[in-house]
């Protein structure tokens, strides 16, 4: 993705939350920081809280109006903490932070990124000048996230549609590549191993399955399974030499 992204916080009450975005703002790569109309003082919780965000909180551009603010965007993102889904009610209409990054991908151009302030989010007109919308699914009983929790959300989904090949992230986890026929070794050895050591016939079917469902959860790579096969063959050379003393001994 080559979109340069804002941030706009629209009327921003707390200070804190203010600088808490600056920095989520510089761990995700944006570029530029608007402020429309700030009721936040922006003093020295703000200061404390943007960490290394400080030179863009320093450097955030004000704006009196929200219109003002987004005239240079070729794309306004705004977000909502109600959606209407499927319904007909095309104001508050909208797509997850998973569907907004896979939307920002392949884009060029300028995006701003709105987020409406603490007490009551964005207003019908500030919603209506809206490209598009980005609502975050929560609990119905209390759908409303801190400014800067939501922030973090939509912003860290727009990073990482940037997908691993970007060298400008950090490296996601690594990719576990899944293993089946070493899985399936395993589980036979393991039944082996059960009936030499006497486990009851009646419960080695059972207890195959339970492992065969830890592992399932579990998704170990091949060389984890290869750990867990070298287990096994240490238990029988065990029993090996057990059988081999106990014959010399008759």
Do not use: W
Not at 56 to 81: C, H, I, M, N, Y
Not at 181 to 193: D, I, S, T, Y
């Amino acid at each position: 993705m080559s979109a340069r992204i804002d941030v706009v916080l629209v009327r921003p009450k707390e200070d804190g939350n203010v600088g808490a975005v600056a920095r989520l703002a510089r761990n995700f790569g944006v570029e530029r920081l608007v402020l429309v109309a700030p009721r936040a003082r922006l003093g020295s919780v703000a200061r404390r809280r943007s960490m290394a965000g400080l030179d863009l909180l320093k450097s955030a551009v004000r704006a009196p109006t929200f219109s003002q603010a987004v005239v240079e965007a070729d794309l306004v993102v705004g977000t909502t903490d109600l959606s209407t889904g499927r319904s007909q009610a095309y104001l508050r209409r909208s797509v997850s932070p998973e569907r907004l990054g896979e939307l920002l991908r392949p884009l060029a151009g300028r995006v701003a990124l709105v987020f409406g302030p603490e007490d009551n989010g964005l207003s019908r007109e500030e919603l209506a000048r809206c490209d598009l919308l980005v609502h975050i699914p929560a609990r119905r009983e209390y759908p409303t996230l801190n400014l800067s929790h939501a922030a973090g959300i939509v912003l860290y989904a727009v990073h990482r549609a940037h997908g691993p090949e970007n060298p400008e992230t950090t490296p996601a986890p690594e990719v576990l590549e899944l293993n089946g026929p070493e899985k399936e070794l395993f589980l036979e050895r393991l039944g082996v191993l059960l009936a030499r050591t006497g486990y009851p016939a009646h419960k080695r079917r059972g207890l195959i399955l339970l492992f065969r469902r830890v592992l399932g959860r579990a998704t170990p790579t091949e060389a984890e399974h290869r750990m867990l096969l070298g287990l096994l063959k240490s238990v029988e050379r065990a029993l090996d030499r057990g059988g081999s003393r106990g014959r010399r001994k008759q």
